[in-house]
T-cell receptor
């Protein structure tokens, strides 16, 4: 199956600080990007998405930034809370919308 | 709304036996369902795409005779791991795409943990 990388970077942040999780995607033709949160032993949970015709989108405490020039995606979490501790995956979908390809993921650990 | 369930949530089996995992969309119709496999501390790897009423499309490197997928209705897809071996032990996750809502929206199930002894 397809996958982007097999390692899992980690990020530790203090409770209340802002978190920034980065992702490099591979396909310049990808049209739609999603951030997922996965808690241990559970399926991925949708956080926020963005289309390729946008460079920023905000949700509740989360912001996604898209830089198509360098094929880079980031997720910013404001005022990080212990409940934010999880693995975060970026995912991309091409213009045919046939399937979602997941990035390698980043493990976020929030220090109380 | 938009809930996807999987059954069982975990299963332990002996090497050589077959295991069936069910994926159901509980409150919407899913023309397409996807099956992923996830090893510890790794990302989700797409195994196959399953369209209702037609044969599944498998990703490169995934053995279609070993991982049998059936999508007989708009709310149910099954993945059967045939002649399971310890290396098939993994976390299997399905997702479903809603027929009515946006084509890119996928809803994920809670996953099934398979341990082959």
């Amino acid at each position: 199956g397809e996958s982007v990388g097999l390692h899992l970077p980690t990020l530790s942040v203090q409770e209340g600080d802002n978190s920034i999780i980065n992702c490099a995607y591979s396909n310049s033709a990808s049209d739609y990007f999603i951030w997922y949160k996965q808690e241990s032993g559970k399926g991925p949970q949708f956080i926020i998405d963005i289309r390729s015709n946008m460079d920023k989108r905000q949700g509740q405490r989360v912001t996604v930034l898209l830089n198509k020039t360098v094929k880079h995606l980031s997720l910013q979490i404001a005022a990080t809370q212990p409940g934010d501790s999880a693995v975060y995956f970026c995912a991309e979908m091409g213009t045919s919308y046939d399937k979602v390809i997941f990035g390698p993921g980043t493990s976020l650990s929030v220090i109380p | 709304g938009a809930v996807v369930s999987q059954h069982p949530s975990w299963v332990i089996c002996k090497s050589g036996t077959s295991v069936k995992i069910e994926c159901r969309s509980l409150d919407f119709q899913a023309t397409t369902m996807f099956w992923y496999r996830q090893f510890p501390k790794q990302s989700l790897m797409l195994m196959a795409t399953s369209n209702e009423g037609s044969k599944a499309t498998y990703e490169q490197g995934v053995e279609k005779d070993k991982f049998l997928i059936n999508h007989a209705s708009l709310t149910l897809s099954t993945l059967t791991v045939t002649s399971a071996h310890p290396e098939d032990s993994s976390f299997y996750i399905c997702s479903a795409r809603d027929l009515i809502l946006y084509q890119e929206t996928q809803y994920f199930g809670p996953g099934t943990r398979l341990l082959v002894l």
